[in-house]
């Protein structure tokens, strides 16, 4: 966003008035399928019950499922065609998102927690919008949400930044911002927690140029993870097919990442027509039409999304940037992040604590804090302040030793090389620079 003159940066509420969420459609679809254990009271989320049980036990829930009807060959037939159009997806959980079959199934299955067979519940959907009350009293006209996406607060402010910054089509609005859903099952640490960040963005764009645009930013956005350095093999396109899209959405694709327990979505992109413009403007009952000075035409543009996590993001640099490598016989632990997402971008240590090192070396350190996050360490030996570094991401480490006292220059070493050079210091700060934004 920093970088595009056509995208505009908005810090929206968290709170908003609740006909925002029955305009946006999630009060009525906002939900997840759950279904609780009668035994042992376990609660779980249907569609993800399948991630916690191996294959082995799916594949014979399915076979003694098609056992238990095998004369009905309607039921048969669809069984099957739900398998054989799976593709990627895990058929087993497919079948449980089918109502007619997902019944017979869950009579087949064990409950993970307390091993008892055919005591789930019907599925019963359960809305994770967080709700609480504004003031004192805690009836329904009272009742707000928090926000489970950022989206909703740039859609409901599009004319208020549209007309302050004098943007024309087309042109994106972007924010980044906690979002909180109560998640059934919270897990793998920040891939799905019930308070997140998310970092979205709207591209307001002419009806007829929307399928452009859509090619555009999902090629844009897979680009941005590979160019932060993410290991491309790692990443892939998940396409929604039809049956399967969102209610606002004409065209849908997730960014996946390849996680240590399993691919993963990061990021969805998808083509939102003039569906949340138009239900904002009917519930609002105010007008969120652009008017087009070229052609003296009002309408409510088409919405294209740009929806990251950023800390499920985060999480998936953070996994790819874990290395452990055999260093002089020493295991070296070491986070290979781009420099631009490394959080600290240089340390600086004198080589020794006397003849004047520490005075040059806080200088450096008090002149690179202008531009740039540093750290400085004078505790240890070097190599061990090296490793710490090496621990934290950090891309260079400057040293101040006897030949500065000379000459004027420092080491400079690099982290994932572990190569040193020289450089004056004076030079450094163009020298970082030119590392940032050349790597
Ligand atoms: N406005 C569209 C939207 O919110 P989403 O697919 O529900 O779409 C977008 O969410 C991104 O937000 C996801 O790709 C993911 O990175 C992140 N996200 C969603 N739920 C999350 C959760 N419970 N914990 C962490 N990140 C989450």
Redesign the pocket.
Known sequence: MTYREDVEGLDASILMHPKVWEASGHIENFTDPMIDCKQCKARYRLDVLGDSMADKKKEKAIRELKESIKNNDTLLKKIDDKIASAGNDDPFTLLLEDSEISKLLLSQLNCPQCGNKGTFTDARKFNLMFKTFIGPVEDSSAVVYLR????QGIFVNFLNVQGASRQKLPFGIAQIGK?F?N?IN?KNF?????E?E?M?MQFFVKAGEDKKWYDYWKAERLQWFKSLGMTPGKLRYHDHPADKLAHYAKEAV?IEYEFPFGWG????I?NRTDFDLSRHEEFSGKSLKYFDDQSKEKFIPYII?T???A???FMAFFVDAYYEEEVKGETRSVLKFHPKLAPVKAAIFPLVNKDGMPEIARKIETDLRKSFKVFYDDKGAVGRRYRRQDEAGTPFCITVDTQTLEDQTVTVRERDSMEQERVSVDQLSVYLLSKLHTS
């Open positions: 489970p996406e950022t989206a979002a859903r998640e919270t920040l891939f799905r927690t019930r997140f998310q979205e997730d979505e990061i990021e969805g998808h999304e929806s990251a996590g800390s499920r993001s």
